[in-house]
C-alpha cells in the first residue's frame, strides 16, 4: 500500500515569510496527526485529526500555526509569520482509527524538513 | 519535564556486535511502550509494542523488554548490520490517547 506522503521534502525561508506543508495520508486512515520534531529531539504532536475535525491541537502555536483537513482527507500545516525557532521537521502520520490503543498504528511520512533564515 | 528519558544518546558499535539501548519513564499511568526505528530523512517505523503484562518482544534481530515495576524498558539488538544505523525512538502512552515521545538514541554502525 502507498505510504503518506509529505511535500515540499526541504523548505528554506527567512523568517516572518510564511510557509505551507502539505500531507497525504494512506487512503482510508481516520486519523491524521502533524508532529514538530526539532533535531535531537523526539517528535511534538502538534494537532490530531479524527476525520476531518480537530481531536487535539493543545501544542499548536494558535497565533501562528494553522491547520485544516478538509474532506477528512489531505491536510496542510501553515506557519506565518515563521520564527528561527521554528526550524525543525515536520512529520505527518495517519492511522486507521485513532484511538491510540495498542491496536493503532502510527504510519510516517518521510517529514519536510523547515529552515527558517 | 520530559517523562521519556533515553541513553545513551548516541553509540557507535561494529558490524556484527550486540547493543542494548534504554529507555527510562515517569509517564503515569501506563498503557504501553513502543519502540519506533527513524532512519535518517525518514519518519519514524514501529518495531514493537508492548503493554505492562509483556516483558519481552521480538522483531527479527531487534528484542524489546519491559519491567513495569522500574518503569524501564530496553531495547536489543543482535549482531548489527549497516542498515541498522538509525535513530531509535521510545514512546510510552499513559492512557489510550497519548503519546509522550523520547529523544532518540542515534547508532552508527561501523564495517
Known amino acids: 500500500e502507498a505510504g503518506v506522503a509529505q511535500s515540499p521534502r526541504y523548505k528554506i525561508i527567512e523568517k516572518r515569510q510564511s510557509v505551507a506543508f502539505w500531507c497525504n495520508p494512506i487512503s482510508g486512515h481516520a486519523t491524521l496527526y502533524w508532529y514538530q520534531q526539532i533535531l535531537g529531539q523526539g517528535p511534538k504532536l502538534l494537532i490530531q485529526?479524527?476525520?476531518?475535525?480537530?481531536?487535539?491541537d493543545s501544542q499548536l502555536p494558535k497565533d501562528r500555526f494553522s491547520a485544516e483537513r478538509l474532506k477528512g482527507v489531505d491536510s496542510t500545516l501553515k506557519i506565518q509569520p515563521a520564527k528561527l525557532e521554528d526550524s525543525a521537521v515536520y512529520l505527518c502520520a495517519s492511522s486507521f482509527r485513532g484511538t491510540g490503543r495498542v491496536t493503532d498504528t502510527q504510519y510516517f511520512g518521510p517529514g519536510t524538513r523547515l529552515t527558517v533564515l | 519535564k520530559n517523562q521519556v528519558e533515553q541513553s545513551p544518546q548516541s553509540l557507535i558499535i561494529l558490524e556484527g556486535k550486540n547493543c542494548t539501548l534504554q529507555c527510562n519513564y515517569t509517564v503515569s499511568p501506563f498503557s504501553n511502550l513502543r519502540w519506533y526505528k527513524q532512519d535518517t530523512g525518514r519518519g519514524p517505523v514501529s518495531l514493537t509494542i508492548?503493554?505492562?503484562?509483556?516483558n519481552t518482544k521480538s522483531n527479527g534481530r531487534y528484542t524489546a523488554t519491559l519491567d513495569a515495576d522500574t518503569k524501564q524498558s530496553s531495547l536489543h539488538i543482535t549482531a548489527s548490520q549497516l542498515s541498522d544505523s538509525a535513530s531509535y525512538i521510545c514512546?510510552?502512552?499513559?492512557?489510550?490517547?497519548?503519546?509522550?515521545f523520547g529523544a532518540g538514541t542515534t547508532v552508527t554502525v561501523r564495517a
Open positions: 508492548m503493554t505492562f503484562s509483556e
Open positions: 485529526f479524527q476525520n476531518n475535525g480537530v481531536v487535539d
Open positions: 514512546v510510552v502512552s499513559p492512557n489510550d490517547y497519548k503519546l509522550s
